[in-house]
């Protein structure tokens, strides 16, 4: 018994074409939920110069992960001792509750980026 299959390479291109499609939806859902928690965590810091607010940062996607940061390299060095408080200096917490308030709403970027992604592939 012999059996031919007919399209089956174009198959194979449209599978991979998805598998490429179905990591970039992935990644700007982590993006989405990241700009939301980014944005919160801007809004909810206390702002005297402006300058910690500035270095609030969005990492790359990298194995699935994005991070939202202080860049505390230069002139934001204090975020981590706001955030946590030092033994002089009671905590001002801004990363937490920026997570906290806002769960639904990132979990829900995330959600409306994979359903509009989904959207086309139909």
């Known amino acids: ?13 449209e599978l991979d074409g998805m598998e490429r499609d179905t990591e970039k939806s992935k990644k700007d859902a982590l993006e989405a939920g990241g700009k939301v ?17 500035g270095h609030i940062e969005l990492s790359d996607v990298e194995n699935d992960q994005i991070e939202v940061y202080v860049d505390n390299q230069g002139k934001a060095y204090y975020g981590y001792m706001l955030e946590v408080g030092t033994s002089k200096m009671s ?10 308030q806002n769960r639904i709403r990132i979990e829900q970027a995330m959600a409306n980026s994979i359903r509009d992604s ?5």
């Open 118 to 122: 989904l959207r086309s592939f139909l």
């Open 1 to 13: 018994m012999d059996m031919q299959f007919q399209g089956l390479d174009e198959l194979m291109r």
């Open 91 to 100: 905590a001002q917490p801004f990363m937490g509750p920026a997570f906290n």
């Open 37 to 53: 928690m980014q944005k919160s965590a801007k809004d909810i810091v206390r702002v005297r110069t402006g300058n910690l607010k």
